[in-house]
């Protein structure tokens, strides 16, 4: 059961049996929503709520039936349980034949609701966790980036990706140096209608503030003395697909209100030129800084930055995902051997310990850099940080002895099956634990071998 308490809508019109099932409900620790009508239960339901709906067949406006049919048109997995009388019996049966999950026949005994609610929630637990499972296998398998890792913060920005790479809207992306601000843009085009289509990058810092304006909007022949021919902009050569401002805060304010316009009326012109080019593209803006303070400072416009911030995906930073350090090492330095040929040398667990105490100012880019290094050069490698101070880590200072153990316990395991591409048999010799060990602790640890398959 999760950890939060599951939620459970009781429908009936009458008033004691909402007390009484309502109190048994409660006291089972069940997070209880009580109705006297069907209705507005379409409104706290949808495909991912985790909860079940009890509710009475007789009811006044919508009755039970009308109201399991318009849930399975909202989600057609989520459990229904109807509460009958005595002459609602043969309509029950057909109504489970429809879908119901289960009925229960007034007068019922407290241990049967809960009995059918607990093993209607578990059905609802199991279906969200293969939807879950099969997401993220369909977006791991896809070509194209992939976006690593397995903690909470990740998983729900793969999510969160996933569900907006189709929306018209516009995104930024706001996150560390050294995060992935370009390979989550690149993601979130690959996984989206616009793939087939130009995904154009720039960066706002990178450009000479005199060429920018000429870099994204183009030219034509003789619009100032160097242009000497037509040009085609960034934003013309990602019509249809994907333009990628990264260090959006870099760009000049100047420049900063002609890219609001072209935000606003999906349309350029070229310097030099009066003719309209209308425009149907995605911008992704990305950003090393908090924009709204900037905006507030007065270094960023602030119509241009709420223009922007329709849909913000934010980006962890390494130390605030320790748990996935271990996987993306793997990760990056699978692709160096395949790179260079060389075979991996294994991880001590001393280093890989100190991987995991390291604060990664540079990020996911920093660790990549590490892996690369560590497969060209093997034990003589020099982890860069093994000799300085270690910034505190609020999270570890906040954690007692036993769980910073679990962590690394976890961390280890985590390595080992990655290492051995989720064979149990190479994991259980490599770390000299009996098998059923190695699985009580995968187990509490969430971890499972499927996920580590190359």
């Keep these: 059961m999760s950890s939060q308490p599951l939620p459970v809508i009781l429908i009936d019109d009458e008033h004691h049996i909402r007390m009484a099932a309502g109190q048994t409900l409660e006291l089972a620790g069940y997070d209880l929503i009580t109705l006297e009508k069907a209705e507005p239960t379409l409104q706290k339901v949808n495909e991912d709520w985790p909860g079940v709906v009890v509710s009475d067949i007789n009811l006044p406006g919508m009755d039970g039936l009308e109201l399991m049919r318009q849930v399975q048109a909202i989600d057609p997995d989520l459990p229904v349980i109807l509460i009958t009388g005595h002459g609602d019996i043969s309509m029950a049966v057909g109504a489970i034949r429809d879908g119901a999950y289960d009925f229960i026949e007034k ?12 093993r209607a929630l578990d059905k609802r637990s199991l279906t969200l966790e293969n939807r879950r499972l099969r997401d993220e296998v369909e977006a ?71 060429l920018i304006e000429s870099e994204l909007f183009g030219h034509e022949a003789g619009a100032f003395t160097d242009a000497k021919a037509q040009r085609i902009g960034k934003f013309e050569h990602a019509n249809g697909g994907t333009l990628f401002l990264d260090e959006i805060e870099s760009m000049p304010m100047a420049l900063q209100i002609k890219l609001l316009r072209v935000l606003e009326e999906r349309a350029i012109e070229r310097l030099g030129s009066n003719d309209v080019i209308p425009l149907d593209l995605r911008v992704i803006a990305a950003t090393k800084l908090d924009l709204k ?42 692709v160096a051997s395949s790179l260079y040929n060389r075979e991996i040398p294994q991880l001590s667990a001393e280093r890989m310990h100190s991987l995991m105490m390291h604060d990664w100012p540079g990020n996911v880019r920093e660790l990549r850099n590490l892996a690369e290094r560590y497969v060209l050069l093997g034990e003589g490698c020099t982890f860069d940080f093994d000799n300085r101070p270690i910034t505190s880590d609020d999270q570890a200072d906040n954690m007692t002895l036993p769980e910073q153990v679990e962590r690394f316990e976890k961390m280890l395991i985590h390595t080992e099956l990655g290492r051995h591409g989720g064979s149990i048999k190479d994991t259980l010799e490599s770390l000299g634990v009996p098998r059923k060990t190695l699985y009580d602790k995968m187990k509490k640890y969430g971890l499972d071998k499927n996920d580590y398959k190359q």
Excluded: W
Aim: hydrophobic content about 40%; some cysteine; charged content about 25%.
């Design 107 to 118: 007068p019922f005994a407290s241990e049967l609701l809960l009995d059918v609610v607990r």
């Design 140 to 210: 791991q398998n896809v070509p194209g980036p992939r976006i690593i890792g397995n903690t909470q913060a990740i998983r729900s920005l793969r999510q969160l990706g996933r569900s907006v790479a189709d929306m018209p809207a516009d995104i930024l992306i706001q996150a560390e140096t050294g995060c992935g601000k370009d390979l989550l843009a690149r993601y979130l085009h690959e996984h989206g209608k616009r793939r087939d289509h130009n995904f154009v990058a720039i960066n706002c810092g990178a450009v000479p503030e005199n």
């Design 293 to 334: 303070a900037e905006a507030e400072a007065g270094r960023f416009r602030e119509d241009l930055y709420y223009r922007l911030n329709v849909v913000r995906l934010d980006i962890p930073p390494l130390r605030e995902r320790r748990e996935d350090i271990a996987l993306l090492f793997q990760h990056f330095a699978l």
